[in-house]
């Protein structure tokens, strides 16, 4: 996705901002940057502030605001680089409503997107009673393995709804965003049958290489995901 000369400007004026507030150098935000094992130049940097970039890599500004202590989601939106989908609800404590608890299992890695299922985190998160159902539960999402540029996205730090009596039909699951376990492990990804009945589990982000299923028998759905939420205090 290319950003047009306004949004450049203003994504350019943002970061500037942000590492002035935190009396950064170039040289200080690059060691930073290989701390988090991203090769980035300082001149890299400097284009982006200056709106010389039209195509800004999305890990590289996700680690930029974790440095400046910035909102990674509200920049993105600001800036028209992301949006969030019309299936994530922001949740906000001080808004009284009408509730439900279910249980938090094991959080998804930074890379691949691995669960562990047999930690739970919370047996009591708090979600709208609208949401609830008998079985459903949630994972904490970690990583930017389903982050994708300009399009659906389960965001870094977000919280995922999954309902295991969605997966009762294995036909109504192709292109659907599930907690699955092969081979022992477990991961929250889409599920895409192509016509050679090619089974993959598939990360929205490009950069994070595909599942190919080899031995179907031992693929399990966990549940489908069915709604993400997001809290304000976790977006840094």
Request: charged share 25%.
């Amino acid at each position: 996705m290319k950003l047009n000369n306004d949004q450049m400007i203003k994504l350019g004026e943002l970061l500037k901002s942000g590492r002035s507030n935190k009396n950064l150098t170039l040289e200080q935000v690059k060691i930073k940057l290989d701390y988090l094992n991203l090769k980035i130049s300082k001149s890299d940097v400097q284009r982006l502030e200056n709106a010389e970039r039209k195509v800004p890599n999305a890990i590289l500004l996700k680690s930029l605001c974790k440095i400046y202590d910035l909102d990674v989601i509200k920049m993105f939106n600001d800036i028209g680089y992301l949006s969030i989908p019309s299936n994530v609800k922001r949740i906000n404590s001080k808004v009284a409503t009408e509730s439900a608890t279910v249980p938090m299992y094991g959080s998804a890695s930074a890379g691949p997107g691995y669960i562990n299922l047999s930690n739970m985190i919370d047996e009591e998160y708090v979600i709208p009673l609208e949401d609830y159902a008998e079985g459903r539960f949630v994972v904490k999402v970690e990583g930017d393995s389903m982050t994708r540029i300009g399009g659906k996205s389960i965001f870094d730090g977000s919280v995922a709804l999954v309902d295991p009596s969605l997966c009762e039909d294995p036909k109504e699951l192709n292109k659907k965003v599930c907690v699955f376990t092969y081979n022992e492990e477990t991961f929250i990804k889409q599920l895409l049958i192509d016509s050679q009945n090619i089974i993959q589990l598939i990360s929205f982000n490009p950069d994070v290489p595909a599942i190919i299923i080899l031995q179907s028998e031992n693929l399990t759905c966990e549940g489908r995901v069915i709604k993400t939420y997001h809290e304000e205090t976790w977006c840094k």
